[in-house]
């Protein structure tokens, strides 16, 4: 397999951003959430390569709008909103949970290319009728903006944790 510098730039770049392994209560991407996120639909978790390697992670995955409420209004975290999200049955709500993009990358439309894309094929089987988000970043903010408004959908926001 040739070597994939950008790799450890993701990975690190998730780990600052994010700071998952210290707090339980955020999605920490593993084999066990990986399993469970393509067993919710395959199209949860999407990459844009370029020689060296990942360049951009969006990770978004569909799922009711009663989950979507209960976590909006604080109700359940993250964590919860992923293992309580049914299998096999009809999704109305999409969460976006990251993206991810490397800074020399940044301001190409990728993040927002790659969410839409995924979105429509959910769309494909779901009747998707609103997005929703945990804000970490303005940038953050501007793309779900500009996702929902592309594609014509409601959008709801948790409030800010920081």
């Known amino acids: ?10 990975i690190k770049l998730a780990e600052e951003f994010f700071d998952m392994r210290n707090d339980p209560s955020q999605i920490n ?5 990986t399993d469970l996120l393509k067993s919710i639909h395959p ?11 990942p360049i951009a992670w969006v990770l978004i995955f569909p799922t009711t709008e009663a989950l979507m409420k209960q976590f909006i209004d604080d109700q359940i975290n993250e964590m919860e909103l992923l293992r309580s999200t049914p299998l096999n049955v009809k999704y109305d709500a999409i969460y976006l949970c ?3 993009i490397l800074p020399e990358y940044r301001g190409r439309g990728i993040a927002k290319r790659l969410t839409v894309k995924a979105i429509q094929a ?6 998707i009728k609103s997005l929703f988000l945990w804000a970490f970043s303005s ?6 903006l500009a996702i929902a408004g ?5 959008l ?7």
């Open 150 to 154: 592309e594609l014509g959908l409601q």
């Open 122 to 127: 959910m769309q494909k089987d779901h009747p």
């Open 29 to 33: 991407v593993n084999d066990e959430t």
């Open 156 to 162: 709801y926001k948790k409030s800010d944790h920081r």
């Open 43 to 53: 199209r949860t978790l999407n990459e844009e390569q370029d020689e060296n390697g």
């Open 1 to 10: 397999m040739p070597e994939q510098p950008n790799l450890a730039r993701m």
């Open 98 to 100: 990251s993206a991810l």
């Open 139 to 144: 940038e953050g903010a501007k793309l779900a």
